[in-house]
């Protein structure tokens, strides 16, 4: 049973492996070969592996990581269609041009030109409950324990982080249908440089997994305590996300009459990005409050 138990966790982390040589530059299309490598499995056995632990193939896991750095780098930086086509590593603008319209149900040229197609960002305002407004909720969070594993670098690259840690748990038969998946963000992207950028890819375990399960691939156990939050329900895609924490720490923070607690804000992503649609994912946006009576 003990054998069993680190064959599994190896093949995790070596499937880990695999996709961070994916998530290293998705404008390449790494070979079976290669990737086989990696993983350190036989070419022979590397795919079904793959998607018995990630659920997916590795070309799903490239075109997903394409289409997401391709959306931001349309929302935000606003680039003309064929660099971004070029950067992301499809052949040509028609190409890129196919596979955003059938993913985001929009050309890329019209995405980036109508500032994306998630909920739209409110005009200033000094009251916090005009119309037009997102919604807040104010809440208790319990206790959490997560299995984290940290990233340093720009946000928009956090879903094969994602990936990554899911292969993990999956090796440890961590996942489940309670299991929330989180992410953690410790800086303003507007702030700090996007190399410099701290971040945390989460996903909730059993109380019972003990601290001391850290591992070689940088994954570790933490707890989150009893928070009170301010949610945020955004419906869009993960590269629009921006929109929601500016209007947030904008407008809403300052005329709530809440202060901010000593945690990061965090993610909780409430769907299924793989088998959804971006105009579907839902995201809730978590601003930890202090509670009233340390206020």
């Given at each position: 049973?003990?054998?069993?138990?680190?064959t599994?966790?190896?093949?995790?982390?070596?499937?880990?492996?695999?996709?961070?040589?994916?998530a290293?530059?998705?404008?390449?299309n790494?070979?079976l070969?290669?990737?086989a490598?990696?993983?350190?499995?036989?070419?022979?056995?590397?795919?079904?592996?793959?998607?018995?632990?990630?659920?997916?193939?590795?070309?799903e896991?490239?075109?997903?990581?394409?289409?997401?750095?391709?959306?931001?780098?349309?929302?935000?930086?606003?680039?003309?269609?064929?660099?971004?086509?070029?950067?992301?590593?499809?052949?040509?603008?028609a190409?890129?041009?196919?596979?955003?319209?059938?993913?985001?149900?929009?050309?890329?040229?019209?995405?980036?030109?109508?500032?994306?197609?998630?909920?739209?960002?409110?005009?200033?305002?000094?009251?916090?409950?005009?119309p037009?407004?997102?919604?807040?909720?104010?809440?208790?969070?319990?206790?959490?324990?997560?299995?984290?594993?940290?990233?340093?670098?720009?946000?928009?690259?956090?879903?094969?982080?994602?990936?990554?840690?899911m292969?993990?748990?999956?090796?440890?038969?961590?996942?489940?249908?309670?299991?929330?998946?989180?992410?953690?963000?410790?800086?303003?992207?507007?702030?700090?440089?996007?190399?410099?950028?701290?971040?945390?890819?989460?996903?909730?375990?059993?109380?019972g997994?003990?601290?001391?399960?850290?591992?070689?691939?940088?994954?570790?156990?933490?707890?989150?305590?009893?928070?009170?939050?301010?949610?945020?329900?955004?419906?869009?895609?993960?590269?629009e996300?921006e929109?929601?924490?500016?209007?947030?720490?904008?407008?809403?923070l300052?005329?709530s009459?809440e202060?901010?607690?000593?945690?990061?804000?965090?993610?909780?992503?409430?769907?299924?990005?793989?088998s959804?649609?971006?105009?579907e994912?839902?995201?809730?946006?978590?601003?930890?409050?202090?509670?009233?009576?340390a206020?």
């Amino acid at each position: 049973m003990a054998n069993r138990l680190l064959t599994q966790h190896d093949y995790g982390r070596r499937i880990a492996r695999a996709i961070a040589l994916i998530a290293a530059d998705p404008a390449r299309n790494p070979g079976l070969e290669e990737l086989a490598a990696a993983a350190a499995f036989s070419p022979y056995h590397f795919h079904r592996i793959y998607r018995e632990i990630t659920g997916e193939t590795p070309a799903e896991t490239l075109a997903r990581e394409r289409l997401s750095r391709a959306a931001g780098l349309l929302v935000r930086d606003a680039l003309p269609v064929a660099l971004v086509a070029k950067r992301c590593g499809y052949g040509s603008a028609a190409a890129f041009t196919r596979a955003f319209r059938a993913a985001y149900g929009t050309p890329p040229a019209a995405y980036r030109d109508s500032g994306g197609i998630g909920a739209p960002l409110p005009a200033p305002t000094s009251t916090p409950q005009e119309p037009g407004m997102f919604d807040i909720e104010i809440r208790h969070e319990p206790p959490l324990r997560l299995a984290a594993l940290a990233h340093r670098g720009p946000y928009a690259e956090m879903g094969t982080v994602f990936d990554r840690l899911m292969a993990w748990a999956a090796a440890r038969r961590l996942v489940g249908p309670e299991t929330r998946f989180l992410g953690l963000y410790h800086n303003d992207p507007a702030t700090v440089p996007a190399r410099e950028l701290l971040s945390d890819a989460c996903l909730t375990v059993p109380a019972g997994v003990p601290e001391g399960m850290e591992s070689s691939d940088g994954v570790r156990i933490l707890d989150l305590p009893a928070s009170r939050v301010a949610v945020l329900v955004f419906k869009g895609p993960y590269a629009e996300l921006e929109r929601a924490y500016t209007w947030l720490y904008r407008d809403w923070l300052p005329a709530s009459g809440e202060e901010p607690a000593d945690q990061p804000p965090r993610e909780d992503y409430l769907n299924d990005c793989r088998s959804l649609p971006p105009a579907e994912w839902l995201t809730a946006v978590m601003l930890p409050l202090r509670d009233r009576a340390a206020s």
